[in-house]
Each structure stands twice: as structure tokens, then as C-alpha cells.
Nanobody, 123 residues
Framework: VQLQASGGGLVQAGGSLRLSCVTS????????MGWFRQAPGKEREFAAA????????FYAASVKGRFTISRDSAKNTVYLQMNSLKPEDTAVYYC?????????????????WGQGTQVTVSS
């Protein structure tokens, strides 16, 4: 499984960005994809995940209500729509995938990782 993320950039506080991640394949019926982020000097943290077959979504409390994760099965792509961005959302965002479902990915991390894409929110 290979993951290719894109869509990061610089935006002012209150603005929006959409990240995309294309996957080359899926591993198992419980396949899930998601996004983690890592701010400077901090550990990588979970942001959002989605179960590929059921589209059930999982969110970190810090992004719930502002970020929306979705997937396009025909394009093998997962999206992260980020609205009402705050300076504290500044981080490198990593696309991730796992064969054990969104809850596992949220709580235990992922088997597969893409390269990061930088998101910078200015105040």
C-alpha cells in the first residue's frame, strides 16, 4: 500500500484547506484511512479517520466540527476538508492507512504512512 498526500499550504486563520491522499491499494475489508499531524516540538497526533467500506468517521476533539474526512472510492482518495483553521493547526499532516479499522488507527496508529504535507496557519 502506497499513499501520496497533497494539498498543504499557507492560509490565514479562519481560512480553509483541503488535503488529499491517493492510495495505491487496500488491505482487507476493515481498511481505514486517516490523517495524523505533528507540530514542531510535539508528538504526532491523530486528527481524523474513516472506514473505507462503511464511511464511519472518527475525529480528535481538537478538530471535530471544523474538519471533515471523506473518501472517493472511485478515485482511491481520502480527503480532509479543514475549515475555520487556527494557528494551532499548523503542523505537518500525514496520511495513514491500516487494515484494522478506524478505531484502531485512531487509538494505535497505522501500518502504512504517506509523506507529510505542511499546513501553516498564520494569525
Amino acid at each position: 500500500v502506497q499513499l501520496q498526500a497533497s494539498g498543504g499550504g499557507l492560509v490565514q486563520a479562519g481560512g480553509s484547506l483541503r488535503l488529499s491522499c491517493v492510495t495505491s491499494g487496500r488491505a482487507g475489508s476493515s481498511y481505514s484511512m486517516g490523517w495524523f499531524r505533528q507540530a514542531p516540538g510535539k508528538e504526532r497526533e491523530f486528527a481524523a479517520a474513516i472506514n473505507w467500506t462503511t464511511a464511519r468517521q472518527f475525529y480528535a476533539a481538537s478538530v471535530k466540527g471544523r474538519f471533515t474526512i471523506s473518501r472517493d472510492s472511485a478515485k482511491n482518495t481520502v480527503y480532509l476538508q479543514m475549515n475555520s483553521l487556527k494557528p494551532e493547526d499548523t503542523a505537518v499532516y500525514y496520511c495513514a492507512a491500516d487494515s484494522r479499522g478506524g478505531a484502531w488507527l485512531r487509538d494505535r496508529g497505522a501500518d502504512y504512512w504517506g509523506q507529510g504535507t505542511q499546513v501553516t496557519v498564520s494569525s
